[in-house]
Antibody
């Protein structure tokens, strides 16, 4: 059974950093594109970034380019999102999801940016 | 690519046929998915490739369309279908979601 479990969220001050992790199990992690999607409180879904199976291609939404970095460790079946220079607009529940069609999702990890 | 959805919300009764529309600002061929999200839960993939039913999703859900205009249809609304529905395009980067359509109980 496919499982995705996010962690690393929390409360951070504006300008601060966080590193989110997503632990994957139940499938061949190294065979799938992986994606981060976020959802601000009471708002819709926003695609954030994705990464190719071998990490050779990465794409970002414009609002996080230069601040967020997506990465993966296929040996550890893990996906990461390094978030720097955070602002209040980054406050959201962050989900990791599998593949291009986002066929499996984790439960999300909350990020709150506030002083 | 901008995605718009209509209506933004609708009220319907159990057993009703419900249709939600998603329009893309440019041709995305069939690179469109539909997701269902219930309160406090992660989204769930319903339809991919505009019309392909994800494994395990009830057959009352169907998708159609190509190019810029797409439709999600629920043939007979079930009590568990009251949720928010989002479309998403995967034709170009950055990927984008529609704003969502909330389906609630009349």
């Amino acid at each position: 059974e496919v499982h995705l479990v996010e962690s690393g969220g929390g409360l951070v001050q504006p300008g601060g950093s966080l590193r989110l992790s997503c632990a994957a199990s139940g499938f061949m992690f190294s065979n799938y594109w992986m994606t981060w999607v976020r959802q601000a409180p009471g708002k819709g879904l926003e695609w954030v970034a994705n990464i190719k199976e071998d990490g050779s291609q990465k794409y970002y939404v414009d609002s996080v380019k230069g601040r967020f970095t997506i990465s993966r460790d296929n040996a550890k079946n893990s996906l990461y999102l390094q978030m720097n220079n955070l602002s209040a607009e980054d406050t959201a529940l962050y989900y990791c999801a599998r593949y291009i069609w986002l066929d499996f999702w984790g439960q999300g990890t909350p990020v709150t940016v506030s002083s | 690519i901008q995605l718009t959805q209509s209506p933004s919300s609708l009220s319907a009764s159990v057993g009703d046929r419900v249709t939600i529309t998603c329009r893309a600002s440019q041709d995305i061929s069939n690179f469109l998915a539909w997701y269902q999200q219930k309160p406090g839960k992660a989204p769930k993939l319903l339809i991919y490739g505009a019309s392909l039913l994800q494994s395990g999703v009830p057959s009352r859900f169907s998708g159609s369309g190509s190019g810029t205009d797409f439709t999600l249809t629920i043939s007979s609304l079930d009590p568990e279908d009251f949720a928010i529905y989002y479309c998403q395009q995967v034709k170009t980067y950055p990927r984008s979601f529609g704003p969502g359509t909330k389906v609630d109980i009349k």
